[in-house]
């Protein structure tokens, strides 16, 4: 079946610092790849997605690339602020499967000043 | 600008009990979806709807039954509640596929 996995949390960093979170997948067809992040208290927002290899997806200075050759969507900011702390969530959906949502265990960052 | 909204926001119950867990979306949504979220899986999804009139099973749907009442609401019912039920449950809805849309989330807690 499809599955995702993505390091372990927490991640903690000083404000500016680099954050990347790595996730990779497995999946029977031709995946959309997603990340999505949940604010404290609240529900899960989708923060990017790339539909096919090699496509970029980027939001709020956060970047993640496709790649199928590594089955990887690793999701990357390069100077991070104390309001992205968070948990964020790689994610997949395959059409033949009904275009549901894959999650993987989530990762929570927290970003000190 | 709601989106979706989820009813009750904390609920705790005794081991058999039931509830009905609301959601209501405003966006004309055709997709509906319940999740559960426990620490370190992720979110699991229980059951989902693609349209109105449908459901079907997800991942996880033991112990849990659903009702499409119409294209806004998707409830979620626990018909005797255990401690393994205890998460903190998401309503989602989507249109595009995958890109869904959740809810503030219920923390249930079953004792």
């Known amino acids: 079946g499809d599955s995702v996995t993505q390091m372990e949390g927490p991640v903690t960093l000083s404000e500016e610092a680099f954050l990347t979170i790595n996730c990779t997948y497995t999946?029977?067809?031709?995946?959309?790849l997603f990340w999505y992040v949940q604010y404290p208290g609240e529900g899960l927002q989708l923060l990017l997605k790339?539909?096919?290899?090699?496509d970029k997806g980027s939001n709020k200075g956060f970047e993640a690339t496709y790649r199928k050759e590594t089955t990887s969507f690793h999701l990357e900011k390069g100077s991070v602020q104390v309001s992205d702390s968070a948990v964020y969530f790689c994610?997949?959906?395959?059409?033949?499967?009904?275009?549901?949502?894959?999650f993987g265990g989530g990762t929570r960052v927290l970003v000190k000043p | 600008n709601a989106g979706v909204t989820q009813t009750p926001k904390f609920q705790v119950l005794k081991t058999g009990q039931s509830m009905t867990l609301q959601c209501a979306q405003d966006m004309n949504h055709n997709s509906m979806y319940w999740y559960r979220q426990d620490p370190g899986m992720g979110l699991r999804l229980i059951y989902y709807s693609a349209s109105e009139g449908t459901t079907d099973k997800g991942e996880v749907p033991n112990g849990y039954n659903v009702s499409r009442l119409n294209k806004r609401e998707f409830s979620l019912r626990l018909e005797s509640a255990a401690p393994s039920q205890t998460s903190v449950y998401f309503c989602?809805?989507?249109?595009?596929?995958?890109?869904?849309?959740f809810g503030q989330g219920t923390r249930l807690t079953v004792v």
């Open positions: 989602a809805s989507s249109e595009r596929p995958a890109e869904a849309f």
């Open positions: 994610a997949l959906s395959v059409k033949a499967a009904g275009n549901k949502l894959t």
């Open positions: 790339a539909t096919k290899a090699d």
């Open positions: 999946a029977t067809g031709y995946p959309s």
